[in-house]
Structure formats: C-alpha cells, structure tokens
C-alpha cells in the first residue's frame, strides 16, 4: 500500500510540471543616461506624455529626439532652471483641473452682500405693509 501511495504522488508531482508553461524571463528595454536625463526632466515638468515616447520607440537617438520636442514645446530644455521646471508643471495641472470644468456654468458678477445694500428690518416691513392694507380697505368701503 505505501508503494502505491508513493507511486501516485510521484506521478502527480510530474502532472503539474507538465501542467504549468516555462515562464520567461521578460526583457525590459534598459535605460541609458541620455534617455534617462530627458525622462527625469519631463517629469520634473509634470509632463506624461514621454512615457508614450518610450512606448513606441526603441531608438535611443530618436526617444531623445522626442522628449527633447516635448520640453521644447513648453520653452524648456533639459538645463533649464528648476523655478522654470516649477513654472510650467504649476501650468500644466492647471490646465488639467481647467480641462473639466464646464466654463459656461460660472455665474458671472460675483455674490450679494448685505453689508453693500443694508440690512432689512422685517418688523416695520410688516407695520408698513399692514398700513396699506388698512388703507385698501378704507378704499373698497368708499
């Protein structure tokens, strides 16, 4: 009986090698310091289009190409100051917050403030109404 035992987990051991694919190592496109210069300077902008950029292409010479049209398009390069990289990333989430913003839903002339206009005193709002109220119906009778 113990023979048998063995004998089945041997072949069960076998099935879920056979059973399971190889799994290949997954070759990720290095990095090199030119790329990873203008990939860093994009960010620093705030700008995620480069990520496209190392998507579709796998020329060093052309993703350094693009991303540097990416930063140029916003008056950047990649020596630009810090305060400038602030500048335009500041820019950049503003137009993204902007983006979904209907504009057209915005009440123009601001709001109404009491202190402009006064304040109202309902009791002799009500007294005054009641005036003309006895006055209608002195009116009506004659």
């Known amino acids: 009986d113990e023979d048998e035992d063995e004998d089945e987990d041997d072949d069960a ?6 059973r399971r694919p190889v799994k290949k190592a997954k070759t990720t496109p ?3 310091g030119d790329v990873a210069k203008y990939r860093d300077a ?15 292409t796998t020329d060093e010479k052309a993703r350094v190409d693009a991303m540097s049209a990416l930063l140029s ?17 500041a820019k950049l989430e503003l137009e993204k917050d902007m983006d979904g913003i209907d504009t057209s839903n915005i009440v123009k002339g601001g709001r109404r403030r009491t202190a402009v206009y006064g304040t109202t ?12 109220d006895k006055d209608e119906d002195e009116d009506e009778d004659n």
């Open 73 to 89: 398009e916003r008056g950047l390069s990649i020596r630009s100051a810090p305060s400038e990289f602030e500048r335009v990333r």
């Open 121 to 132: 005193n309902y009791a002799q709002l009500e007294a005054s109404s009641e005036d003309e």
């Open 30 to 32: 290095t990095i090199s």
């Open 13 to 18: 051991e076998e099935e879920d090698k056979v």
């Open 42 to 56: 994009c960010k620093r902008a705030g700008i995620t289009a480069f990520q496209g950029v190392l998507m579709r």
